[in-house]
């Protein structure tokens, strides 16, 4: 399976293609070096993103999981950029439970372009099992936030 690293401010990322699609970002720098033309763009929109540039995402995405987690999954991306849901926020639209969305966020294959980082416990930030846990949390939506802040004054087109 291909793959391509980069550093980031939250860690390395590796990024794997499987069949044209992203399937994986995972924590740390991958052993073998692929560069594709889809892995090349998204190495291109993770810099751009982590440059306060971007926003979203224009990847075609196969994460792999049971059908309960795509419904989680395709949930998040609908979560807008700086913006935050609840577990119980996902879970009302994806079935289940707070838990059961804790236990599909913590199994995202493709974290960062699958906003994970984007949802809460009601009672504050919740839990994150990437890179360095809540500091990588609060990292991403503080990012998000200057981000969307630079694309309302204009600064970005």
Not at 92 to 117: D, Q, W
Not at 134 to 144: F, G, I, S, Y
Request: hydrophobic share 40%; with cysteine; charged share 20%.
């Amino acid at each position: 399976m291909p793959q391509l690293s980069l550093h980031s401010p939250v860690g390395d990322l590796t990024v794997s293609e499987e069949h044209g699609a992203i399937v994986a970002v995972d924590w740390g720098w991958g052993r073998d070096q692929t560069e594709t033309p889809l892995l090349a763009r998204a190495r291109e929109q993770l810099h751009e993103y982590f440059d306060a540039v971007r926003l979203t995402f224009d990847l075609p995405l196969a994460p792999a999981g049971t059908p309960y987690r795509q419904r989680v999954w395709a949930a998040l991306q609908r979560i807008p950029p700086a913006a935050t849901r609840t577990y119980a926020d996902i879970a009302r639209l994806a079935g289940g439970g707070p838990r059961s969305v804790g236990g599909a966020n913590a199994a995202n294959p493709i974290p960062i372009l699958i906003p994970c980082h984007r949802v809460v416990a009601t009672g504050g930030l919740g839990g994150y099992s990437g890179g360095d846990g809540l500091a990588t949390k609060r990292a991403l939506l503080d990012l998000e936030a200057r981000t969307l802040e630079r694309a309302r004054s204009g600064a970005i087109g």
